[in-house]
């Protein structure tokens, strides 16, 4: 039997080091060729490392959320044959599958067992608080995503109501994790029932806390917005647009051409306003290298459409806007969403914006100060629309209104240059017609 060391490989694109996110095995498992053993974080996509040899796992080069350098030592698999580590090789990286030494550290002996005896790993949660009958176990916890509405009858929901419960917190014994009156008898006794509330019977109080470590797609979105705050100096501006045309029109087009081309949304309306209106402000279509002091400006329009996923925030780019048409323009953010969201954006897909939009859809509220994808120089926010009463020559009418707020590197672009955007942006929203004008 011999050692065969698999190292960080070299992903490309000039990266130095990655961010290590999970690991798909643990020390003694046997892995299969290319099975996954990792899965690694650039500053631009999630990579998969896979095992090139078939052996049993005995060491792991690092933790999740440790930041590795390429080269280095990844994990150690036991292979039939010599492998590939050399005898008086390096030593094992320190989780590996090994009794301690005599003159090991005192923090080591912990490791040490848990390699020579396996033993059972610690649930992820923790069991809720003592049973509420000495004789009745305590309800086992249920993993409710948030938002997820909890299971209850009207009658348990109505006591939980007197009591000053609030039901997402009570974990539920019953069939599906449904929660039951015992389970409200099990929460009252664990929380204490001091105080008087509804009812007379006091709102449980909580005194739990959580830490969440910032890894993965998290911290490259902290990182990413922290760089960009400290580099450029924003400025925002805020417009009012009529849309009541715009939608209109959009409403038409989906009638007649939704079930054969796909449904419009206002995104690829507001691409095609931004496509023409660039044209006579080139310096917003740009990016910023600040250390070596160039602003490149950029003939294709390649839109970074800002997209949450369920690991966090990320900037598909819906490339050379300017030749695309509405449909074209609907296909591709639908495409690049769902790329995002499962996961699948590409390297190439999540890099090259050269201006982006970001919108939070029916949330979108009033006013927002978006962030400024860097290197860009400029971000357009959406905010929802509302129909509201405006006067129209005179008179009182229903109107459907629509916040724009963007902001701006006020290095390379002038306030007077950025409002006159958006001004030519709202000019083109409001009578839709001249976005098909040349």
């Known amino acids: 039997m011999g050692i065969h060391v698999i190292k960080m490989p070299d992903i490309g694109e000039g990266i130095a080091e990655v961010e290590l996110v999970a690991w798909h095995v643990k020390i003694g498992d046997m892995v299969a060729e290319d ?24 060491a792991l080069g690092g933790e999740v959320g440790q930041v590795m350098a390429v080269g280095g030592e990844l994990i150690r698999l036991e292979v039939e044959g010599e492998g590939n580590l050399k005898p008086g090789g390096d030593s094992p990286p320190a989780k ?31 069991a809720p608080a003592a049973p509420a009958q000495p004789a009745r176990q305590a309800p086992a916890a249920v993993a409710r995503q948030p938002g997820d509405k909890p299971l209850a009858s009207p009658a348990v929901r109505k006591r939980a109501w007197d009591l000053g419960i609030e039901l997402r917190y ?21 929380q204490g029932t001091g105080g008087q509330a509804r009812g007379g019977v006091a709102y449980a109080e909580r005194n739990d806390e959580e830490n969440v470590p910032v890894i993965g797609l998290r911290r490259k979105i902290a990182q990413k917005m922290a760089e960009s705050k400290r580099r450029i100096p924003h400025f925002s501006y805020v417009e009012e647009i009529d849309v009541t045309e715009l939608e209109d029109l959009r409403a038409s087009l989906n009638q007649k051409w939704g079930a054969t081309r796909g449904k419009l949304t206002l995104l690829p309306l507001l691409a095609r306003a931004m496509v023409v209106a660039l044209r006579d402000f080139p310096q917003i279509n740009a990016r910023y290298d600040d250390e070596a002091g160039v602003v490149t400006r950029y003939g294709a329009v390649h839109i970074g459409i800002a997209t949450q996923s369920d690991g966090g925030l ?6 050379h806007a300017e030749a695309r048409d509405l449909w074209s323009m609907a296909a591709e953010i639908v495409r690049l969403a769902e790329a995002v969201r499962t996961g699948a954006a590409s390297r190439d897909e999540l890099s090259g914006s050269t201006i982006t939009i970001t919108s939070l859809g029916p949330l979108g509220g009033i006013v927002t100060t978006p962030v400024i994808n860097h290197p860009e120089v400029g971000i357009v926010g959406v905010n929802r629309i509302v129909e509201r009463p405006a006067i129209r020559n005179g008179a009182v009418v229903a109107r459907k209104l629509m916040n724009l707020s963007s902001s701006f590197d006020h290095r390379v672009v002038d306030g007077m240059d950025a409002a006159r955007f958006i001004q030519a942006v709202r000019a083109l929203l409001e009578q839709p017609a001249l976005l098909f004008v040349e």
Do not use: N, W
């Open 35 to 58: 099975q996954p053993l990792a899965d690694v974080m650039t500053d631009k996509a999630t990579v998969e490392i896979p095992a090139p040899v078939v052996g049993r796992v005995v």
């Open 96 to 126: 590996a599958a090994a009794a301690p030494a005599a003159s090991a550290p005192a923090s080591e002996p912990a490791q040490a067992a848990k390699a020579e005896a396996p033993v059972p790993v610690a649930p992820a949660k923790p």
């Open 170 to 190: 009570v974990h539920g014994s019953g069939p599906a994790g449904r929660i039951l009156h015992e389970d409200l008898d099990a929460y009252l006794q664990g």
């Open 314 to 319: 990320m900037v598909p780019v819906m490339r």
